[in-house]
């Protein structure tokens, strides 16, 4: 009989990573008269991967080419989504590589994200492993013009309806996203039982305590703040906050430390103990009353509570210079939530930090 096949364990490729590696075919074509069948192109993390090239169009001015998404054992509505590069010379401007949204990208119409209101929802990482790629190949050319290159996504406002984009002022198409280029099968059992085996080893190798992160920033955030720790201590429990608890009491492990960014953490703070995005809503309404125990004029809790999003609160705090007041009330809301259903096992400590990885507030519970 057949054995049958393993799921859940295979990474794929963000947006992000396809969208860069689109976009250094074109740019090759315009440098070398020809687009290749396949570019090798770095990701955000420093690695490299060969992907294929589909639809290859080229003439003096222009080159056009496409990869495939491929989403690996943690499909999406974007798998298999066509990520399309169109490079264009540009006369007088020189050295500038200038990156647009066309076709089935999403359009940002209001604040929160982090995005210029109007612009395409090409997140930070994403831009600047785009214009990494397509500087890596193309130096000589950028001496003596400037390059246009406009990702889009055909198909991509159809796709966009099956996401929460529009809660989110993202309009008529997809996110171009992913921090290290490659997709984690984060909502797979494969890494919800990762994420238990972490915390296991640590225990076995005699550690008191686990460090509980959300994703790559937030590791090395805390990496930087607990240098003395040993690597084993540092877990990235990805959403699956409830496994990571439930196992550190039953390993026995004395001192939990959690790191996080508003999102998350704003999830743990409501109660929330699997805290994938697309699980429930933020509850902005928390976040309102946070701001308002902090001293907070009722018209910009208002403003807060209609958000969609909890960066939109960090954002706004920032504005009247009570960042670190505001996240200092989140993380210890998040501890007041996590006693109800952890009331003594372990002592708990959490930290936030800011988008860049800047640490803005902690707080800790010693049970002393």
Do not use: W
């Not at 010379?89 to 994200?113: F, P, S, Y």
């Not at 930070?124 to 406009?150: C, F, M, Q």
């Not at 009570?322 to 096992?345: D, G, M, W």
């Amino acid at each position: 009989m057949m054995q049958k096949k393993k799921k859940g364990t295979r990474k794929g490729f963000t947006t992000g990573a396809c969208s860069a590696a689109a976009a250094r075919a074109a740019t090759l074509g315009l440098v070398q008269d020809k687009i290749p069948e396949q570019v090798e192109s770095l990701l955000p993390n420093g690695e490299r991967v060969v992907f294929s090239v589909n639809d290859p169009q080229l003439d003096a001015q222009h080159a056009h080419a496409v990869v495939i998404k491929d989403a690996g054992d943690d499909p999406d509505c974007t798998d298999k989504a066509p990520l399309t590069a169109d490079v264009r010379i540009v006369d007088n401007a020189t050295g500038q590589v200038i990156l647009k949204g066309g076709e089935g990208v999403g359009v940002i119409t209001q604040r929160g994200l982090g995005l210029e209101v109007g612009g395409p929802a090409i997140n930070p990482v994403p831009r600047k492993n785009i214009e990494d790629n397509v500087r890596e190949v193309a130096s000589d050319l950028l001496k003596e013009k400037g390059l246009e290159v406009t990702i889009s996504v055909p198909g991509g406002e159809k796709m966009s309806k099956k996401t929460l984009n529009y809660r989110l002022g993202i309009m008529d198409g997809i996110s171009i996203l992913g921090t290290t280029g490659i997709v984690h099968p984060y909502s797979t059992a494969a890494f919800r039982a990762s994420v238990i085996q972490g915390i296991e080893v640590a225990a076995n190798q005699g550690q008191d305590t686990v460090v509980l992160t959300t994703g790559g920033r937030t590791e090395k955030f805390v990496m930087r703040e607990f240098p003395e720790l040993a690597s084993s201590c540092f877990v990235q429990m990805g959403d699956f906050l409830k496994y990571a608890l439930d196992t550190v009491v039953k390993e026995n492990i004395q001192h939990v430390i959690i790191g996080g960014m508003v999102g998350k953490l704003t999830k743990m703070a409501q109660g929330e103990t699997i805290t994938h995005a697309g699980r429930n809503a933020v509850n902005t309404a928390l976040l309102a009353e946070l701001a308002a125990n902090i001293g907070v004029d009722e018209s910009v809790c208002a403003d807060i509570r209609a958000a969609e999003t909890a960066r939109y609160a960090s954002e706004r705090m920032e504005e009247l210079n009570l960042i670190n007041e505001f996240h200092q009330a989140l993380c210890e809301k998040v501890i007041q939530t996590l006693r109800e259903r952890y009331p003594s096992q372990f002592t708990l400590q959490v930290l936030v930090c800011d988008f860049e990885g800047n640490k803005l507030a902690e707080a800790s519970d010693d049970l002393s």
